[in-house]
């Protein structure tokens, strides 16, 4: 089997960019590992919040700034994107622009909230300042005990369960070509790439796009080993009953992200090098406590689900986007999102499209894989992913 790009990994990412490359012409095949390799992406939140998650938060060094300015461009292209998807494919994401309130509880927390306001006032984000009787006139799920609130107003939210649906229908329907199966082994073999599938079988390609989340095949396509790392995360769905948050709300331990379908989304816990996917009790009595904490209404909400996902981290929080300078070019990487996957995910594919397709620009310095590549200059070509033990 042979196509032009073929595309490890279906989530977010990967079908971001196969759609955006399948609509420009190209001839592109995904291959995903479905319950094999499970997607974090289902297992998202799907918040569109620059302003509360990653960006200045966890961050090292000099991708700090960088992240920061393409979560704003990825949150800018959302309504665009949202718009195209729904067009393309006729699929309601319950895309939700309707923005994220963030809550204090104590003085310290508005104080840092204050700070927040400040920070997003200089980078040209929109903020409202809120106290505590204007947050709650504007939120009156909200309890008692917040002090103050701050509204992000371009930012919201997503179903990630209904993007990832969407996003196949529309590459399929680009013409992207979809195929289920763990890819075992990334190999050249007289200068052509092969992937060798864990079932039996090959995918001939002219170029690869590695977006397999937290899966280890970023190691077999050339990424140093520990590089990218899951980070486990725990969230639950409450159902909505009267009196629960209208918008997503954000707040001491917990986030509440309101559904479409009358679920509250409650996250999330965090577990750094964990690759379990059973939910973790204890951290899930945690997140209920604290939500409600924040909107008492949903101390006696039924709880209609709960899960865990990995995230795929990095050491500087940072995404990995481009190919590895000392290695082969026609490898490039899309991995890496961490918190952020499905905001990132309309800049994300954008760039590597432009890039793939000889458009203007170049590859960001700050996601180069090269910023890690000295922690293992051996890293093998051609090894096993763990994933594909799984
Ligand atoms: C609890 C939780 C809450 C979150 N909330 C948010 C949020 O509110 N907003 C936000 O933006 N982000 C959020 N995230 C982060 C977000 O989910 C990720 O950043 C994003 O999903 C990463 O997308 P991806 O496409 O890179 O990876 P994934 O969605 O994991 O997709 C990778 C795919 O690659 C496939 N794969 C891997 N290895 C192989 C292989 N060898 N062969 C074939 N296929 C392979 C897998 O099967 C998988 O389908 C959250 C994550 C968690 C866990």
């Given at each position: 089997m042979r196509t032009d790009t073929?595309?490890?990994?279906?989530?977010?990412i990967g079908l971001s960019i196969a759609w955006e490359l399948a609509g420009a012409g190209e001839k592109v095949m995904i291959i995903d590992g479905r319950s094999a390799?499970?997607?974090?992406t289902k297992a998202a939140a799907g918040m569109l919040a620059p302003s509360f998650e990653g960006a200045g938060r966890h961050l090292l060094g000099a991708a700090s700034a960088a992240l920061q300015d393409f979560s704003l461009r990825s949150l800018r292209a959302w309504p665009a994107f949202a718009e195209a998807l729904q067009g393309a494919t006729g699929m309601d994401i319950d895309y939700r622009p309707e923005g994220v309130l963030g809550v204090a509880m104590d003085d310290a927390e508005a104080d840092?909230?204050?700070?927040q306001a400040d920070a997003m006032e200089r980078a040209g984000v929109k903020a409202e300042r809120l106290d505590a009787r204007a947050a709650r006139e504007f939120e009156p799920s909200l309890s008692d005990c917040v002090v103050a609130g701050l509204f992000a107003l371009e930012?919201?939210?997503v179903d990630p369960v209904r993007l990832v649906g969407a996003l196949e229908v529309a590459a399929k329907r680009a013409g992207a070509e979809m195929r289920f199966g763990v890819v075992a082994r990334l190999e050249t073999t007289g200068g052509a790439l092969r992937l060798r599938l864990a079932g039996g079988g090959f995918v001939f390609a002219e170029r690869i796009v590695v977006a397999s989340g937290a899966g280890a095949f970023a190691v077999a396509a050339g990424m140093p080993a520990g590089v990218v790392q899951p980070v486990k995360g725990d969230a639950l769905a409450l159902s909505h009953g009267a009196g629960g948050p209208a918008r997503v709300v954000r707040g001491r331990g917990a986030y509440l992200?309101?559904?479409?379908d009358g679920r509250v989304v409650v996250g999330a816990t965090e577990t750094a090098g964990s690759d379990r996917l059973d939910p973790d009790a204890d951290g899930l009595a945690r997140l209920r406590d604290a939500a409600a904490t924040i909107a008492p209404a949903l101390a006696h909400a039924k709880e209609a689900s709960r899960w865990a996902g990995l995230r795929p981290g990095t050491p500087d929080a940072a995404p990995i986007?481009?190919?590895l300078a000392h290695r082969d070019d026609r490898i490039v990487f899309a991995v890496g999102h961490y918190r952020n996957g499905v905001l990132l995910a309309p800049a994300t594919a954008r760039l590597v499209a432009d890039r793939l397709l000889g458009r203007e620009g170049q590859w960001p310095a700050a996601f180069s894989p090269d910023r890690f590549a000295e922690r293992s200059p051996d890293a093998a070509m051609s090894s096993t992913p763990?994933?594909?033990r799984r």
């Open positions: 073929a595309i490890i990994g279906g989530g977010a390799v499970p997607r974090a840092a909230l204050s700070d930012e919201g939210q992200c309101p559904k479409a986007l481009g190919p763990a994933a594909a």
